[in-house]
Protein backbone atom coordinates (compact mmCIF):
# COMPACT_ATOMS: atom_id res chain seq x y z
CA UNK A 1 0.00 0.00 0.00
CA UNK A 2 1.55 3.82 -0.92
CA UNK A 3 1.66 6.23 1.70
CA UNK A 4 0.86 9.69 0.51
CA UNK A 5 2.87 12.31 0.49
CA UNK A 6 1.74 15.68 2.43
CA UNK A 7 1.37 17.32 -0.82
CA UNK A 8 -0.16 14.41 -2.74
CA UNK A 9 -4.17 13.79 -2.78
CA UNK A 10 -5.58 10.30 -2.75
CA UNK A 11 -6.01 8.81 -6.80
CA UNK A 12 -9.62 8.37 -5.64
CA UNK A 13 -10.20 12.69 -4.84
CA UNK A 14 -7.71 13.45 -7.81
CA UNK A 15 -10.00 11.40 -10.53
CA UNK A 16 -13.30 13.01 -9.28
CA UNK A 17 -11.29 16.98 -9.03
CA UNK A 18 -10.16 15.87 -13.20
CA UNK A 19 -13.46 14.85 -13.93
CA UNK A 20 -14.95 17.83 -12.42
CA UNK A 21 -12.35 20.47 -14.26
CA UNK A 22 -12.85 18.43 -17.29
CA UNK A 23 -16.11 19.79 -17.82
CA UNK A 24 -15.27 23.24 -16.37
CA UNK A 25 -12.85 23.58 -19.30
CA UNK A 26 -15.40 23.42 -21.68
CA UNK A 27 -17.35 26.49 -20.38
CA UNK A 28 -16.36 29.70 -22.36
CA UNK A 29 -18.66 32.30 -20.12
CA UNK A 30 -17.29 35.11 -18.19
CA UNK A 31 -17.07 33.66 -15.36
CA UNK A 32 -16.76 34.40 -11.15
CA UNK A 33 -14.10 31.68 -9.36
CA UNK A 34 -14.87 31.75 -5.61
CA UNK A 35 -12.31 29.52 -3.51
CA UNK A 36 -12.13 29.75 0.25
CA UNK A 37 -11.67 27.65 3.22
CA UNK A 38 -14.43 25.50 5.56
CA UNK A 39 -15.94 27.91 7.72
CA UNK A 40 -14.95 31.10 5.68
CA UNK A 41 -17.74 31.54 4.57
CA UNK A 42 -19.57 34.39 6.49
CA UNK A 43 -15.56 36.69 5.40
CA UNK A 44 -16.39 35.28 1.87
CA UNK A 45 -20.25 36.77 1.45
CA UNK A 46 -18.70 40.18 2.81
CA UNK A 47 -15.65 39.92 0.05
CA UNK A 48 -18.45 39.32 -2.62
CA UNK A 49 -20.27 42.70 -1.52
CA UNK A 50 -17.18 44.65 -2.30
CA UNK A 51 -16.56 46.68 -5.27
CA UNK A 52 -18.76 47.22 -8.01
CA UNK A 53 -19.65 45.28 -10.83
CA UNK A 54 -21.78 44.93 -13.88
CA UNK A 55 -25.31 44.04 -13.18
CA UNK A 56 -24.86 40.31 -14.60
CA UNK A 57 -21.82 39.85 -12.06
CA UNK A 58 -24.00 40.77 -9.28
CA UNK A 59 -26.60 38.43 -10.11
CA UNK A 60 -24.25 35.59 -10.43
CA UNK A 61 -22.56 36.95 -6.91
CA UNK A 62 -25.80 37.13 -5.27
CA UNK A 63 -26.76 33.34 -5.98
CA UNK A 64 -23.46 32.04 -5.33
CA UNK A 65 -24.09 34.13 -1.68
CA UNK A 66 -27.08 32.57 -1.08
CA UNK A 67 -25.31 28.69 -1.95
CA UNK A 68 -22.45 29.67 0.50
CA UNK A 69 -25.15 29.98 3.32
CA UNK A 70 -26.44 26.41 1.99
CA UNK A 71 -23.27 24.73 2.12
CA UNK A 72 -22.28 25.62 5.45
CA UNK A 73 -25.47 24.32 7.09
CA UNK A 74 -24.20 21.23 4.75
CA UNK A 75 -20.66 21.10 3.87
CA UNK A 76 -20.73 17.57 2.61
CA UNK A 77 -23.43 18.68 -0.30
CA UNK A 78 -20.17 19.62 -2.27
CA UNK A 79 -18.16 16.41 -1.38
CA UNK A 80 -16.76 14.75 1.40
CA UNK A 81 -13.37 16.73 0.73
CA UNK A 82 -14.02 19.95 2.20
CA UNK A 83 -10.98 21.63 3.65
CA UNK A 84 -11.62 24.29 0.66
CA UNK A 85 -15.12 24.76 -1.17
CA UNK A 86 -14.82 25.91 -4.65
CA UNK A 87 -17.82 27.80 -6.35
CA UNK A 88 -17.64 28.57 -10.39
CA UNK A 89 -20.97 30.82 -11.49
CA UNK A 90 -21.48 31.96 -15.23
CA UNK A 91 -24.62 32.98 -17.27
CA UNK A 92 -25.71 30.60 -20.08
CA UNK A 93 -28.82 31.64 -21.80
CA UNK A 94 -29.76 34.11 -19.49
CA UNK A 95 -29.52 31.81 -16.82
CA UNK A 96 -27.48 31.02 -14.10
CA UNK A 97 -25.37 28.11 -13.80
CA UNK A 98 -23.44 27.27 -11.12
CA UNK A 99 -20.93 24.57 -10.02
CA UNK A 100 -19.06 23.41 -6.81
CA UNK A 101 -16.86 20.99 -5.40
CA UNK A 102 -14.88 20.81 -2.28
CA UNK A 103 -11.13 19.14 -1.52
CA UNK A 104 -9.33 17.69 1.37
CA UNK A 105 -6.03 20.29 0.29
CA UNK A 106 -5.65 24.09 1.14
CA UNK A 107 -6.47 25.76 -1.89
CA UNK A 108 -5.33 30.09 -1.98
CA UNK A 109 -8.33 32.24 -1.03
CA UNK A 110 -9.29 33.31 -4.38
CA UNK A 111 -12.15 35.84 -5.92
CA UNK A 112 -11.53 35.72 -9.15
CA UNK A 113 -13.96 37.67 -12.48
CA UNK A 114 -12.66 36.34 -15.74
CA UNK A 115 -13.73 35.24 -19.23
CA UNK A 116 -13.55 31.54 -18.09
CA UNK A 117 -13.08 29.44 -14.42
CA UNK A 118 -9.92 30.43 -12.98
CA UNK A 119 -8.55 26.87 -12.37
CA UNK A 120 -4.69 27.27 -11.69
CA UNK A 121 -4.49 26.68 -7.76
CA UNK A 122 -5.94 22.84 -9.08
CA UNK A 123 -2.87 22.44 -11.42
CA UNK A 124 -0.18 24.68 -9.32
CA UNK A 125 -1.42 22.63 -5.56
CA UNK A 126 -3.25 19.35 -6.78
CA UNK A 127 -1.35 18.79 -9.87
CA UNK A 128 -4.80 18.19 -12.33
CA UNK A 129 -5.44 18.36 -15.30
CA UNK A 130 -1.63 18.50 -17.20
CA UNK A 131 -0.63 16.15 -20.19
CA UNK A 132 1.46 12.89 -19.13
CA UNK A 133 2.77 10.25 -21.40
CA UNK A 134 3.23 7.04 -19.76
CA UNK A 135 5.52 4.48 -21.12
CA UNK A 136 5.11 0.54 -20.48
CA UNK A 137 7.46 -1.96 -22.53
CA UNK A 138 9.56 -4.92 -22.39
CA UNK A 139 12.02 -5.72 -25.28
CA UNK A 140 8.99 -7.17 -27.84
CA UNK A 141 6.07 -4.83 -26.10
CA UNK A 142 5.22 -1.34 -25.75
CA UNK A 143 2.34 0.39 -24.81
CA UNK A 144 2.30 4.48 -24.76
CA UNK A 145 -0.64 6.21 -22.93
CA UNK A 146 -1.52 10.23 -23.32
CA UNK A 147 -2.84 11.14 -19.97
CA UNK A 148 -4.71 14.19 -19.62
CA UNK A 149 -5.14 14.19 -15.92
CA UNK A 150 -6.76 11.20 -15.37
CA UNK A 151 -8.55 10.83 -19.08
CA UNK A 152 -6.47 8.89 -21.72
CA UNK A 153 -6.48 10.79 -24.68
CA UNK A 154 -4.75 8.55 -26.87
CA UNK A 155 -3.00 4.90 -26.72
CA UNK A 156 -1.04 2.96 -28.82
CA UNK A 157 0.64 -0.34 -28.53
CA UNK A 158 3.84 -1.79 -30.60
CA UNK A 159 4.94 -5.34 -30.90
CA UNK A 160 7.50 -7.62 -32.33
CA UNK A 161 8.13 -11.38 -32.39
CA UNK A 162 11.47 -11.73 -30.89
CA UNK A 163 12.86 -15.45 -30.58
CA UNK A 164 13.70 -15.95 -26.65
CA UNK A 165 16.92 -18.09 -27.28
CA UNK A 166 19.22 -20.39 -29.91
CA UNK A 167 19.66 -23.78 -28.79
CA UNK A 168 22.57 -23.83 -31.06
CA UNK A 169 26.11 -22.74 -29.77
CA UNK A 170 29.21 -21.53 -31.75
CA UNK A 171 29.21 -19.12 -34.09
CA UNK A 172 25.37 -19.03 -35.34
CA UNK A 173 24.68 -18.52 -31.64
CA UNK A 174 26.78 -15.28 -31.89
CA UNK A 175 24.55 -13.90 -34.74
CA UNK A 176 21.69 -15.11 -33.44
CA UNK A 177 22.16 -12.92 -30.61
CA UNK A 178 23.03 -10.27 -32.73
CA UNK A 179 20.55 -10.29 -34.86
CA UNK A 180 18.45 -10.33 -31.88
CA UNK A 181 19.93 -7.30 -30.36
CA UNK A 182 19.43 -5.25 -33.57
CA UNK A 183 16.14 -6.19 -34.19
CA UNK A 184 15.39 -4.80 -30.30
CA UNK A 185 17.24 -1.58 -31.43
CA UNK A 186 14.88 -1.23 -34.47
CA UNK A 187 12.16 -2.12 -32.10
CA UNK A 188 12.86 1.00 -29.52
CA UNK A 189 13.30 3.39 -32.19
CA UNK A 190 10.32 2.79 -33.96
CA UNK A 191 8.99 3.04 -30.21
CA UNK A 192 10.44 6.11 -29.80
CA UNK A 193 9.57 7.80 -33.34
CA UNK A 194 5.99 6.89 -31.64
CA UNK A 195 6.63 8.94 -28.50
CA UNK A 196 7.57 12.06 -30.49
CA UNK A 197 4.42 11.53 -32.37
CA UNK A 198 1.90 11.37 -29.11
CA UNK A 199 4.27 13.90 -27.22
CA UNK A 200 3.18 17.78 -27.91
CA UNK A 201 2.76 20.03 -24.46
CA UNK A 202 3.10 16.49 -21.44
CA UNK A 203 4.80 17.53 -18.44
CA UNK A 204 5.77 14.32 -18.14
CA UNK A 205 7.22 11.15 -19.94
CA UNK A 206 6.95 8.20 -17.42
CA UNK A 207 8.97 5.24 -18.19
CA UNK A 208 8.62 2.13 -16.60
CA UNK A 209 8.52 -2.02 -17.64
CA UNK A 210 9.98 -5.14 -16.72
CA UNK A 211 13.96 -5.94 -17.01
CA UNK A 212 16.68 -3.39 -18.88
CA UNK A 213 14.31 -2.86 -21.59
CA UNK A 214 13.20 0.80 -20.36
CA UNK A 215 16.99 2.12 -19.73
CA UNK A 216 17.86 0.22 -23.35
CA UNK A 217 15.10 2.63 -24.70
CA UNK A 218 15.76 5.77 -22.92
CA UNK A 219 18.97 5.63 -24.94
CA UNK A 220 16.98 5.82 -27.89
CA UNK A 221 15.17 9.44 -27.24
CA UNK A 222 16.29 12.59 -28.39
CA UNK A 223 17.79 15.34 -25.80
CA UNK A 224 13.76 17.26 -25.83
CA UNK A 225 12.21 13.74 -24.57
CA UNK A 226 14.86 12.50 -22.11
CA UNK A 227 14.62 15.83 -19.70
CA UNK A 228 10.85 15.45 -19.63
CA UNK A 229 11.70 11.16 -18.60
CA UNK A 230 11.63 10.01 -15.32
CA UNK A 231 12.22 6.15 -14.18
CA UNK A 232 8.79 5.01 -12.51
CA UNK A 233 9.06 1.44 -10.40
CA UNK A 234 6.69 -1.19 -10.01
CA UNK A 235 4.90 -0.48 -13.26
CA UNK A 236 4.03 -3.13 -16.04
CA UNK A 237 0.94 -4.03 -18.02
CA UNK A 238 -1.25 -5.53 -15.39
CA UNK A 239 -0.55 -2.28 -13.03
CA UNK A 240 -4.09 -1.40 -12.30
CA UNK A 241 -5.38 2.17 -12.69
CA UNK A 242 -5.64 3.41 -9.20
CA UNK A 243 -1.80 2.22 -8.92
CA UNK A 244 -1.16 4.51 -12.50
CA UNK A 245 -2.92 7.16 -11.10
CA UNK A 246 -0.68 7.57 -7.73
CA UNK A 247 2.52 7.04 -9.60
CA UNK A 248 1.37 10.09 -11.90
CA UNK A 249 0.31 12.13 -9.13
CA UNK A 250 3.43 11.51 -7.36
CA UNK A 251 5.92 12.49 -10.17
CA UNK A 252 3.93 15.66 -10.95
CA UNK A 253 4.26 16.20 -7.53
CA UNK A 254 7.77 16.01 -7.39
CA UNK A 255 8.17 17.84 -10.74
CA UNK A 256 5.88 20.93 -9.54
CA UNK A 257 8.43 20.97 -6.40
CA UNK A 258 11.56 21.29 -9.08
CA UNK A 259 9.88 24.24 -10.76
CA UNK A 260 8.80 25.96 -7.93
CA UNK A 261 12.54 25.86 -7.13
CA UNK A 262 13.87 26.89 -10.52
CA UNK A 263 11.70 29.92 -10.26
CA UNK A 264 12.79 31.17 -6.83
CA UNK A 265 16.33 30.91 -8.13
CA UNK A 266 15.46 32.51 -11.37
CA UNK A 267 14.30 35.35 -8.87
CA UNK A 268 17.16 35.21 -6.88
CA UNK A 269 19.27 35.59 -10.60
CA UNK A 270 17.16 38.79 -11.48
CA UNK A 271 17.12 40.58 -8.54
CA UNK A 272 20.83 42.42 -9.37
CA UNK A 273 18.94 43.91 -12.92
CA UNK A 274 16.36 45.33 -11.31
CA UNK A 275 13.87 42.60 -13.22
CA UNK A 276 11.85 42.13 -9.86
CA UNK A 277 10.02 43.38 -7.40
CA UNK A 278 9.42 42.35 -3.36
CA UNK A 279 6.85 45.35 -1.89
CA UNK A 280 3.50 45.09 -2.45
CA UNK A 281 2.59 48.41 -3.25
CA UNK A 282 6.00 48.17 -5.81
CA UNK A 283 4.19 45.00 -7.15
CA UNK A 284 0.82 46.54 -7.72
CA UNK A 285 1.93 49.78 -9.34
CA UNK A 286 4.09 47.33 -11.42
CA UNK A 287 1.00 45.06 -12.59
CA UNK A 288 -1.61 48.49 -13.07
CA UNK A 289 0.90 48.73 -15.90
CA UNK A 290 1.68 45.65 -16.86
CA UNK A 291 5.20 45.39 -16.41
CA UNK A 292 4.75 41.98 -14.37
CA UNK A 293 5.81 38.73 -16.37
CA UNK A 294 5.57 36.28 -13.35
CA UNK A 295 3.55 36.57 -9.74
CA UNK A 296 5.37 34.02 -6.88
CA UNK A 297 2.17 34.10 -4.32
CA UNK A 298 2.32 31.99 -1.15
CA UNK A 299 -0.73 29.70 -0.85
CA UNK A 300 -1.03 30.86 2.58
CA UNK A 301 -1.53 34.70 1.75
CA UNK A 302 -4.97 34.95 2.91
CA UNK A 303 -3.51 34.91 6.34
CA UNK A 304 -0.92 38.01 5.71
CA UNK A 305 -2.33 41.62 6.32
CA UNK A 306 -2.70 42.60 3.10
CA UNK A 307 -4.80 39.94 2.14
CA UNK A 308 -7.65 42.02 0.04
CA UNK A 309 -4.42 43.70 -1.77
CA UNK A 310 -3.10 40.72 -2.98
CA UNK A 311 -6.98 39.60 -4.25
CA UNK A 312 -6.87 42.74 -6.47
CA UNK A 313 -3.32 42.29 -7.54
CA UNK A 314 -4.52 38.35 -8.72
CA UNK A 315 -7.24 39.84 -10.66
CA UNK A 316 -5.10 42.41 -12.47
CA UNK A 317 -2.11 39.44 -12.70
CA UNK A 318 -5.26 37.75 -14.45
CA UNK A 319 -6.40 39.98 -16.74
CA UNK A 320 -2.74 41.52 -17.38
CA UNK A 321 -2.01 38.14 -19.18
CA UNK A 322 1.13 37.60 -15.77
CA UNK A 323 1.66 34.01 -14.90
CA UNK A 324 0.25 33.43 -11.44
CA UNK A 325 2.20 30.45 -9.52
CA UNK A 326 1.09 29.33 -6.20
CA UNK A 327 3.63 27.72 -4.25
CA UNK A 328 2.78 25.22 -0.67
CA UNK A 329 5.98 24.19 -0.04
CA UNK A 330 6.70 25.46 3.94
CA UNK A 331 10.18 26.65 3.39
CA UNK A 332 9.08 28.96 0.41
CA UNK A 333 5.94 29.83 2.32
CA UNK A 334 8.10 31.03 5.10
CA UNK A 335 10.52 32.61 2.66
CA UNK A 336 7.26 34.40 1.10
CA UNK A 337 5.53 35.45 4.25
CA UNK A 338 8.87 37.70 5.09
CA UNK A 339 8.00 39.88 1.53
CA UNK A 340 3.61 39.92 2.18
CA UNK A 341 3.38 36.69 0.71
CA UNK A 342 4.15 38.06 -2.74
CA UNK A 343 7.22 38.21 -5.20
CA UNK A 344 7.45 39.84 -8.48
CA UNK A 345 9.36 38.95 -11.80
CA UNK A 346 8.88 41.97 -14.22
CA UNK A 347 8.81 41.81 -17.62
CA UNK A 348 11.07 45.69 -17.83
CA UNK A 349 12.70 47.66 -15.10
CA UNK A 350 10.58 50.04 -13.42
CA UNK A 351 11.07 53.62 -11.69
Same mark, same amino acid.
Given at each position: ????DS????S???LS??R???D??QV?????S?????G??????SLL??G?????????ELKIQ????Q?????????K?????C????M????????????S??????YM??K????KP????L????????V??????A???? =?H? @?Q????? /?L??? $?Q???? &??GQSQ????????????VF??????????M??N???I??G??G????EF?????S??????R?????? =??? @??KE??? /?I??H $??R??? &????EL????E???KD????R???????????G??D??I????????S??????K?L????N??????????PN??????M??????I?R????
Amino acid at each position: MSTLDSSEISSSEWLSLNRFLHDLKQVNHRCVSVYYPYGKGDETISLLHEGKRNEAIEKIELKIQNRILQLRKNPKSVGKFAKTLCIFGWMHNGKIVLKEIGTSKKLPYVYMVHKKPYLKPFGDILKTNHDVLLVTLDQKTARIQK =FHG @SQILQES /KLRID $LQGRHK &KGGQSQGRFLRARQTKIHVFFKKVANKVRAMDSNSKLILLGGSGNAKTEFYDELDSELSKKCRFVENLS =FST @SSKEIHE /KIIHH $LCRHRR &KQVVELLAKYEKLVKDGLTARRNNVIYKALEIGAVDTLIVSANYHTDSQFKNILKMLEIAKNTSATIEFVVSPNIIKKLDMDNSVLAILRYKIK
